[in-house]
T-cell receptor, first 116, second 109 residues
């Protein structure tokens, strides 16, 4: 299995809702990432988990809360989002953050989030 | 601070032509330089990557040229096809991958 699976593919939520994005990989990768991508922009790094521990938080607002329950799963919990948070949220994994280039990143297809 | 500068922003090439996309980086600690291809509604997919101790890498129709002294690298797509029409991102990594702003490539039949 050489895929990163993200669910749901699309999500519409109100500003008072609580929702979660899920990401799963079975490649034995030990680093997992959340990226945010706005239309016609590059992906921007949000969080990095290395060996199930949060290693990087790129000054992301607390309304985004990541969780890594085990080496195969990565969640992003959403609460009290703003319309400007609407974007494509991408999950990625790599062999090991410390390996040169991470050993290559594999991206999921993303969750298209719309905040109304 | 933009650590990877990519140009051009958009590119139109005729079928069979050569597409060339350029990137320049600032962070000399980067030790891995990938190119990603992204189709609408999909996540980026790794196309080809190079390490700074190599000046050129070729995989099929795709070639990376790397100039360490100039801190520049480029992607060449030979015999460009309409199916190559996508957005291409260069990147630099020293543990975390930072993307350039992207180039939208259109290959005309």
């Amino acid at each position: 299995d050489t895929e990163v699976t993200q669910t749901p593919k699309h999500l519409v939520m109100g500003m008072t809702n609580k929702k979660s994005l899920k990401c799963e990989q079975h490649m034995g990768h030990r680093a997992m990432y959340w990226y945010k991508q706005k239309a016609k922009k590059p992906p921007e790094l949000m969080f990095v988990y290395s060996y199930e521990k949060l290693s990087i938080n790129e000054s992301v607002p607390s309304r985004f809360s990541p969780e890594c329950p085990n080496s195969s799963l990565l969640n992003l919990h959403l609460h009290a989002l703003q319309p400007e948070d609407s974007a494509l949220y991408l999950c990625a994994s790599s062999q090991d953050q410390k390996v040169q280039g991470g050993g290559g990143y594999t991206f999921g297809s993303g969750t298209r989030l719309t905040v109304v | 601070q933009q650590q990877v500068k990519q140009s051009p922003q958009s590119l139109i090439v005729q079928k069979g032509g050569i597409s060339i996309i350029n990137c320049a980086y600032e962070n000399t600690a980067f030790d891995y330089f990938p190119w990603y291809q992204q189709f609408p509604g999909k996540g980026p997919a790794l196309l080809i990557a190079i390490r700074p101790d190599v000046s050129e890498k070729k995989e099929g129709r795709f070639t990376i040229s790397f100039n360490k002294s100039a801190k520049q690298f480029s992607l060449h797509i030979m015999d460009s096809q309409p199916g190559d029409s996508a957005t291409y991102f260069c990147g630099g990594s020293q543990g975390n991958l930072i993307f350039g702003k992207g180039t939208k490539l259109s290959v005309k039949p």
